[in-house]
Each structure stands twice: as structure tokens, then as C-alpha cells.
């Protein structure tokens, strides 16, 4: 379609104004935490910290155990990660690609369980997390993701339901069985899928406060999500050493999602189809 | 022979098998065992004691706490709810303009989305801080006197809305690829008989969105809802509890006061008024959604549930 030039300038300025609201807290936070705790709040603001004081980062980092922190949040989001992207392809490629008795309802509930608040579910999940010896641990935060998530599940089998008979047919005939099949077979052609089921999943466990917040007690078990809401109990007041910290947390998921976004967009395109 | 069909007749089952035991284990366990926790007084430390309906009675006739909550996140996703669909709308139709470089915008205005709560939190409390914030400042640029946000009971719902109108992005972008879904042609013939962009934004792309506007209806009804990181970490539930979400009312009521059985009443309400307020927007939806072939109109379900 043709636009005017007055449209087009138009939809720059909307565009450049909303640009400036999503992205100006970020550039602001980004200067700020290069000041000093007298200018940070100094009134009437500046943009500009008078010295770029590039020692406020390792100071704010040394301040807690953020090394163990975040070792501990990397642990989780490959741990899920890996969990997620296995037991959600071999379910979706189970829903997927066999008819058998049962699945329509089983795929109905494997719905309706994304209705399900979590504040339901949460109280009897730490009481069992107890039982289990769980508590204070990891383990709570990473095993249940072995065993798939119904999002991921569906999404990836909306994936799948779009790929041809043919594909396995083939297979059959040369003797493969169901398993290597699914491996050989639909994995690789599963990667756009399994690329955005990781990602997704990545995201949310890097940011995830209220698990780990449940689970976890011991300061040395803290990921960097609770860390950094632990210390900003503490630190109410000094504002420059929470943003470091800040800015470090946010950077992994930003850079992976500008990498992986092309398969965010496809994959919500898939979803709602 | 016999084995072998045995085991073909098994496969489908095993690959599904991880989600059923995590169905078990993690889902429909916790699930059925909370629904009679909700009929227990049950302490973090002590034995639980059998209670009937106490737990709900209480709820309904003496805690004025509960009523206070179910208000504050009613009031919230009212305002929020709307707010956030026609933000995303609006943001969605200007990244499908045909200009050069969108794309751009299109990332930039998703970013936010994968910000940690806790990050939105410490941002959003220290831009809108009352004393030095930027925020106000801005605002005074042009005259304004900005509130005390998070310590002024009147506006500490306002700020909540405002940093969580800052995760927009999502929502955006599943509007972005049903209008990107949209032929073009449709709107070619629109214009050679002469409808305005305006006209055709609502006689042609209004109508076929309907399905995707359902979706984001229920599921921000669903996760504003459930709204507890944000509130917990910019305000706390205060000032003078005048943000004290429901979903914080519930969580610390269990891990705070360790009312396990009361805090599983109040997760069981909260379920049940989820269940009522979907019954009544697919309910109506028949009135304002339109697929685009009848026949193929139950293509469309509910995908996403909330977000922790």
C-alpha cells in the first residue's frame, strides 16, 4: 500500500515517542548507575554522572555473594531448560502424531490446567517439596520441569500437527521404531520449536521472584532474582548499588531475546492460529 | 507377536508419560490436596484441625480484609485490563505500519517483557520515588506537582498500573501477527471504495481480531488476577494497605501468618472467581466475537494461563 509522506512522518513521531518511553528508564538507569549516591539524587536531576565511575559495578557485585547468586540462577535456567525442551517434544510429538484412546480428553485437561492459579497449587507443592527433602534446595525449581509445561506442550505441538503424514511413513517403511522416529527424524525438524520453547522458558526462569522466594532459604542457595530483591530490602536507601546489579540481571535475557526473536514472533503466529 | 503389539499399542503412552506423572505429582495432587486443606485449620507447625466451612465463613462474614483485597484486584484489573489491551492494540497497529525500519521498534517495544518483576520493581519504585524520582520532575517541567506515588494511598494503585503497563509487549506482539495475518487485499478493495484508514481500522481490522481480543481478554483477566511479584516488591501492599493484591492477601496469609488451610480457602475463592469471570466473557463473546467461517470458528482456545 502507498503512504503519504504526512502519514509516514506521523507514524515516525508515534513510533519515536513510544521508543522513548520503553526505552528511556533503561537509558536513564544506565547513566544513574555510573553516578554518585549524592547525584543520583540530587534535584533537579541530570542526565550525565560528572565521572563515569565504572568501579560502582564491581562494588555493588562484592557487596553480596552475587557470584554464588548467580551461579546458582544459571544452574536452574539450563537445568529447566534442558528438562523443558526434552519432555515437552516427546509429549507434543505423543499428542501430536498417534491416535489413541483417551487423547482428546487427555489433551483437554492438559488445557484447562493452564486455568489453574498457582496460588492454588503452590501451598500443597511446598508441602510436598517438604516431604521430599526438597526445601532449601534447587531441586524444587528444576525437577518439576522434567516433566513438561502445558504451554510448551501446545505450542509445540501446533508445531507438529503442521508437518506432513508422509514424514514418518517413510520412516516406517524402513523399519525405524516410534522412538527413532522422534529423534532422527522430528527433532531436527522440531528446531524452530524447541529454539522458542527454550528461550520462553529461559526468560521466565532467569526472572522468576516467587519460586525461588518459596523454596529457598539459605543465603547461598539465592538465585540472582532473590538476591537482588534481598538486597534491595537491605539497601533501601542506596540506590546505585541496586541498579548495577540491575543492569547486570536484565542484560542475558535482552541479548537473548534480540537473537531468538525472530522465533518468538513466528512461534506466537503459530500459537494463536 | 503378541508383545510386539502390546508395546505398539504402549509407545503413544510413554511419550506422554512425563506429563502425566507431572500431571499427578505437580498439578492434580496439589490441586484436589489443597481443596481439603481449604476445610482445615491447618498451622505451619502444629497437627491440622478439621474446620468444615470455618475457613469460608470466616472469609465471607469477619475478615474484612478479604473484601478489601477482592476489591483492590477487581479495581485493578478493571483499570488494568482495558488499559493494557488498547495500549497494545494501538502499539500493535503502528508496528504493522509499512514503513521502513519497524522492526526496530517492534524489539524495542518488547524488551521490557523480559525484564525480571524484580528489575520492573526496583526501576519503576526509584523513577517514580516521591522525594527525587524523575518522573515528577518531568512532570513539573511542565507544570505539573507530581503525586507522592508510592506513599500516597490515592495514587499507589495508579503506580502499580503504570509499571505494569510497562510489560505491554506481549500482548502487542499477538495482536502484531493476527493483523500481520490479514491480507492485504482486503484492505486494497476497502480503499478503492473509499474508507479511511480510521473506517477500515474498524470495520475490517476490529471485526476479524475479535478471536485474538477474547484470548488477551481472559488471559489478562487471568494473570492480573494473580498480580503478586510487582506489589510485593514496589509497594508492599501498602500504603496503608491500599495495594494489598489479592494474590498477596493469599500468599501471605500462608507464608507470612502460616495459615495453610485459610491462605488454600483463599486460593480456592480466587479460582472459582477466575472460573466465573471466563464462564462470562466467553459468554458474551458470542455477541461481539466474529469468526471468520462459522465452521472454522472452534479453532480458536484459551492457550496461555497467567503468569506467576
Known amino acids: 500500500m502507498k503512504m503519504s509522506k504526512v502519514s509516514k512522518v506521523i507514524i515516525y513521531i508515534l513510533l519515536g515517542l513510544m521508543a522513548l518511553y520503553f526505552l528511556s528508564p533503561f537509558i536513564y538507569m544506565l547513566f544513574t548507575a555510573f553516578k554518585t549516591e549524592a547525584e543520583a539524587i540530587a534535584y533537579p536531576p541530570k542526565l550525565f554522572p560528572a565521572k563515569w565511575l565504572w568501579q560502582n559495578f564491581k562494588e555493588a557485585w562484592n557487596a553480596q555473594p552475587f557470584g554464588t547468586f548467580l551461579w546458582n540462577s544459571i544452574l536452574v535456567t539450563v537445568g529447566t531448560t534442558v528438562g523443558q525442551v526434552i519432555s515437552c517434544s516427546l509429549v507434543a510429538y505423543g499428542f501430536a502424531r498417534f491416535n489413541f484412546k483417551g487423547k482428546n480428553i487427555l489433551f483437554m485437561i492438559l488445557l484447562s490446567t493452564m486455568m489453574i492459579p498457582w496460588d492454588v497449587t503452590m501451598i500443597p507443592q511446598y508441602m510436598e517439596f517438604k516431604m521430599f527433602g526438597w526445601i532449601n534446595t534447587l531441586k524444587p525449581l528444576i525437577i518439576p520441569a522434567w516433566f513438561g509445561s502445558a504451554y510448551y506442550i501446545f505450542l509445540m505441538r501446533q508445531f507438529l500437527m503442521g508437518v506432513p503424514r508422509d514424514f514418518e511413513e517413510a520412516a516406517r517403511i524402513d523399519g525405524a521404531n516410534a522412538f527413532q522416529i522422534y529423534w532422527k527424524i522430528f527433532m531436527p525438524i522440531l528446531k524452530p520449536s524447541l529454539i522458542l520453547v527454550g528461550v520462553l522458558n529461559m526468560i521466565s526462569v532467569w526472572n522468576d521472584y516467587l519460586g525461588p522466594l518459596i523454596f529457598l532459604q539459605d543465603r547461598s542457595k539465592y538465585t540472582l532474582a532473590l538476591g537482588l530483591a534481598a538486597f534491595k530490602g537491605v539497601h533501601e536507601t542506596q540506590i546505585i548499588p541496586m541498579l548495577c546489579i540491575t543492569i547486570i540481571m536484565i542484560i542475558p535475557p535482552i541479548i537473548i531475546f534480540i537473537i531468538a526473536q525472530k522465533y518468538i514472533v513466528e512461534g506466537t503466529s503459530g500459537s494463536i492460529k | ?308
Open chain 2, 1 to 308: 507377536m503378541k508383545q510386539k503389539k502390546v508395546l505398539k499399542r504402549a509407545t503413544p503412552y510413554l511419550f506422554i508419560l512425563p506429563w502425566i506423572i507431572g500431571f499427578l505429582v505437580f498439578t492434580i495432587g496439589p490441586l484436589i490436596f489443597s481443596l481439603v486443606m481449604s476445610f482445615f485449620n491447618w498451622p505451619l507447625a502444629a497437627d491440622p484441625e478439621f474446620v468444615g466451612f470455618g475457613n469460608y465463613m470466616e472469609m465471607f462474614t469477619s475478615d474484612k480484609q478479604f473484601f478489601k483485597s477482592l476489591t483492590i484486584s477487581l479495581k485493578y484489573a478493571a483499570i488494568f485490563v482495558p488499559l493494557n489491551m488498547i495500549i497494545a492494540l494501538f502499539l500493535a497497529m503502528l508496528i504493522t505500519q509499512p514503513v521502513r525500519g519497524v522492526k526496530v521498534f517492534r524489539t524495542i517495544f518488547y524488551i521490557p517483557t523480559v525484564i525480571s518483576g524484580v528489575a520492573v520493581s526496583i526501576l519503576w519504585g526509584w523513577i517514580l520515588n516521591g522525594d527525587y524520582g524523575v518522573l515528577n520532575y518531568l512532570l513539573s517541567l511542565i507544570g505539573i506537582k507530581g503525586p507522592k506515588w508510592l506513599v500516597d494511598p490515592a495514587w499507589a494503585i495508579l503506580a502499580v498500573i503504570i509499571a505494569s503497563a510497562f510489560g505491554v509487549g506481549s500482548m502487542m506482539l499477538i495482536f502484531y501477527t493476527d493483523i500481520k495475518n490479514i491480507p492485504i487485499d482486503v484492505y486494497e478493495a476497502a480503499s478503492i471504495d473509499g474508507a479511511n484508514p480510521a473506517r477500515q481500522f474498524f470495520s475490517i481490522t476490529l471485526p476479524i481480531i475479535t478471536p485474538t481480543i477474547l484470548f488477551n481478554l481472559i488471559t489478562s483477566i487471568i494473570s492480573s488476577f494473580q498480580q503478586v511479584t510487582l506489589v510485593m516488591l514496589l509497594t508492599g501492599g501498602g500504603p496503608l494497605k491500599s495495594t494489598y493484591f489479592y494474590g498477596l492477601y493469599t500468599y501471605n496469609n500462608a507464608f507470612k501468618h502460616h495459615k495453610l488451610g485459610y491462605a488454600s480457602a483463599n486460593a480456592w475463592v480466587m479460582f472459582v472467581i477466575i472460573l466465573c469471570l471466563t464462564a462470562l466473557v466467553f459468554k458474551s463473546s458470542s455477541a461481539w466475537v466474529f469468526y471468520e467461517t462459522e465452521a472454522g470458528g472452534a479453532q480458536k482456545k484459551v492457550k496461555k494461563g497467567g503468569k506467576r
